[in-house]
């Protein structure tokens, strides 16, 4: 890992050997930006690979200059990574090189979640300062290569060293120019209950974008989109990912010029966004993060899920094994008490569940949506005895205990609001929109925080509660704040995000034993912002396990497996009513950080078995299920296919489980060959299935089999002349790998 400096071309290269970045400082003072991508040599000059000379755009307005923070009205019509309006009313601006600084480890962030390092030998940071003379702005550009990741973290410090205040307009965390347009861009897009598809398409001139204006990154988008060549797939080709540390509104956006090079830009969505920069003050960006393969999707994957799983959750449970747990919503709703809890939990032990969740309704006099929220206050007419008293009955059976909240909402029906109805979001003047017969508290206020930390703080303090789900049920609206200015409304959804995130890092800092899980109506606000404080979230309100098939595919494309809630609910499922076998519930879940939404009372003994047998299995696993390489093999965004398949593996190399699911039968299918990945070629693994069926699939596959075997000719699948699996719809079967020596 080395930044090196050639004072002769004024040029920075960045290597790891992994990954290279080449920037340099052009003739007119700007940054330029040369090169990401494969690792080259050190100790060259790469200026050939910008304009040489670029005395600026005096006579070259248009030209494609590849720059690392570009602006606007210099001559670049390309979308800027900064607006600044002067006191003036200009917004022309042109940053020249200053000075720059080599630092060992990465810098923090002051209020921002971010990826971090343990020791300074894991990281260097490059800081270039650019400065525009008339209007007195100055940026840090940080640049952090990690030693053994092909990822470069990227961001800006702007800070106003001039005489007037500057409102920036747009300020982008990551700007990046690439030499051609020959690309795929990916995205993730969809809506509640079924987020995170994955959407492709041929980059084309003109511009490409997902963005969030609703006040958190959404269901409907992702701060994250990837490019890969057109013939890259999961193990091979080109492609390079970006992502956004960030929760709130954001732009992801791809431009292709008319000479046919890219620009992606990456930050806070500009359309919603302003900030008033007085003299002295400074603003940061979010981090942004890029990485680079060429290894296919999945080594982009693999990159990214290192990365969030070891260096962006944070707290002891980073690396805990995360609990199996069973919730209690879609078993009771809001009709419970402490005795039904107890039922739930008793049964619940006996199956092997370690931690009951309390979810909704247990607070003021929530029996329905319409009421309470706002009011941490428990219900004791459910709970007689309290939190604490329902808590340490279920832990005195050898479960944890977690909660439910929802923080950043309140009831128009509750106490809160009758006595703070300032307190809640809404325009003056005008009607607040309900949604969910909810409206949204002002955490861009400070003393809204300092009391939600407090009453917060009181119920978790209460009761021996291991685990917090934290929900945010809807997205803003009329978005105003009292607490700032006319002329500085359009600061408002940032200064709420980082109020959000103000309250997680008091919470998760006071009680640090508790497992804290993000969720916003199930996916609606599933990022890397949120996964700096909750190292899991709840993927989405929709558990039915073919529609979990694709959500957890296009999920994986940027996030490891330990960040993915993954449940077992009852069906016909409550979200999309189909019914499918428990077994492929469960198959569908393990790649998860897996659960249960359902009532175990009421199942029969045999599903009761069933289910136990589902969690000794995981429960075996788990370290692999959550820690091991996930590798896709078979999509399920692949034309017609009916049949996904993914698989996971030890980085030893010892241990996988691989899984093929069937959706639709389709009529004399023929056989199939499904190649696995990730294993030691020369390996002997003994392949074992579950369920335990013995039927044709299994006899076809169980015994012993080489890595070479499994990966170049793989395991055979014959669904046709299968006798469990032949003419059925919604099937799974699973194929355990456990080493057993070496070939030859």
């Known amino acids: 890992m080395t930044i090196e400096w050639r004072a002769a071309d004024r040029q920075f290269h960045l290597a790891n050997g992994r990954v290279s970045l080449v920037l340099r400082v052009f003739e007119d003072g700007t940054l330029g930006h040369l090169h990401l991508g494969p690792p080259l040599p050190l100790g060259h000059s790469y200026r050939h690979l910008g304009p040489d000379p670029f005395p600026g755009f005096s006579n070259h307005v248009g030209d494609p200059v590849p720059l690392a923070y570009p602006t606007s009205g210099s001559g670049d019509f390309r979308v800027p990574a900064l607006v600044a309006a002067a006191a003036d009313g200009s917004t022309t601006l042109s940053l020249q090189y200053r000075d720059h600084r080599i630092l060992a480890g990465k810098p923090s962030l002051d209020g921002l979640p971010a990826t971090y390092v343990e020791d300074d030998d894991e990281a260097d940071t490059l800081e270039v300062t650019l400065a525009d003379d008339p209007t007195g702005l100055e940026v840090d550009l940080r640049f952090t290569l990690f030693r053994d990741r092909p990822v470069v973290a990227r961001g800006a410090r702007i800070r106003n060293a001039g005489p007037s205040a500057v409102d920036l307009r747009c300020a982008m965390s990551l700007a990046l120019d690439l030499p051609d347009s020959d690309w795929i861009l990916i995205g993730l897009a969809g809506a509640w209950a079924r987020e995170r598809h994955v ?24 701060p994250f989109l990837a490019l890969r060549r057109e013939t ?159 808590a340490r009955r279920i832990t005195s059976l050898g479960l944890g ?204 003994d045999a599903e009761r078995g069933e289910i136990a047998d589902q969690v000794a299995f995981y429960r075996r696993y788990r370290e692999l299920f959550q820690r091991g390489r996930f590798l896709r093999l078979d999509g399920p965004f692949s034309g017609d296919r009916d049949r996904v398949s993914w698989m996971v593996a030890d980085d030893a190399g010892e241990q996988a489980i691989a899984a093929t699911y069937g959706i639709l039968a389709r009529p004399d299918p023929g056989p199939e060959r499904l190649r696995l990945r990730g294993l030691d070629p020369v390996a002997v693994y003994r392949v074992s299935t579950w369920p335990v069926v013995d039927d044709r699939l299994a006899r076809a596959n169980t015994g012993e089999r080489t890595g070479a075997e499994l990966m170049g000719a793989g395991l055979v699948l014959d669904l046709e002349r299968s006798e469990t699996v032949a003419h059925a719809d919604f099937w799974a079967r699973l194929f355990v790998l456990e080493a057993v020596g070496h070939d030859g």
């Open 199 to 222: 959407v492709e398409r041929r980059l084309v001139p003109g511009r490409q974008s997902a963005s969030s204006t609703r006040g958190a990154s959404s269901h409907q988008q992702n």
């Open 232 to 390: 890259t797939g999961e193990a091979h080709g080109e492609a390079y990912g970006f992502t956004l540390v960030y929760s709130a509104n954001f732009l992801a956006e791809a431009e292709v010029e008319p000479f046919g090079t890219t620009r992606i830009r990456l930050g806070i969505e500009p359309e919603t966004f302003a900030w008033r920069l007085e003299p002295g003050a400074r603003f940061d960006t979010p981090e942004a993060l890029a990485a680079y393969s060429d290894t296919g999707l999945g080594g982009l994957s693999e990159a990214f899920h290192r990365l969030f799983r070891e260096r962006l959750a944070r707290g002891v449970w980073r690396d805990r094994a995360r609990p199996v747990l069973i919730n209690n919503w879609e078993a009771t709703y809001f009709d419970f008490d402490a005795d039904k809890l107890v039922q739930i939990a008793s049964t619940a032990r006996d199956l092997g569940i370690e931690l009951l969740v309390l979810d909704d309704g247990w607070f003021g006099q929530r029996d329905d949506d319409t009421t309470s929220l706002g009011d941490w206050v428990v219900d004791r007419r459910k709970l007689p005895d309290g939190i604490d008293g329902v």
């Open 401 to 604: 205990f977690g909660l439910w909240i929802e923080p950043e909402m309140v009831s128009a029906q509750s106490r809160l609001f009758e006595v703070h109805p300032d307190w809640a979001i809404g325009t003056p003047g005008r009607p607040r929109t309900e949604s969910r017969q909810q409206l949204v508290l002002d955490l861009a206020r400070p003393e809204v925080v300092d009391h939600l930390a407090e009453v917060l703080s009181e119920v978790l303090g209460s009761a021996p509660i291991s685990y917090v789900k934290w929900d945010m049920n809807r997205n803003i609206t009329e978005p105003f704040s009292s607490s700032l200015p006319a002329d500085r409304q359009d600061e408002f959804h940032h200064r709420y995000i980082l109020g959000v995130y103000e309250l997680y890092r008091r919470l998760t800092e006071r009680f640090p034993e508790i497992l804290f899980e993000s969720c916003a109506g199930g996916g609606g606000r599933f990022d890397p912002g949120i996964l700096a404080f909750a190292p899991q979230g709840w993927t989405s309100d929709d558990t039915d396990a073919v529609e979990r098939l694709r959500i957890q595919w296009g999920t994986s494309l940027a996030y490891p497996l330990s960040s993915m809630g993954a449940h077992v609910s009852a069906v016909p499922n409550h979200q999309v009513g189909r019914v499918t076998p428990l077994a492929t519930r469960a198959a569908v879940a393990f790649f998860g950080v897996f659960g249960y939404e359902l009532d175990p009372t009421r199942l029969s």
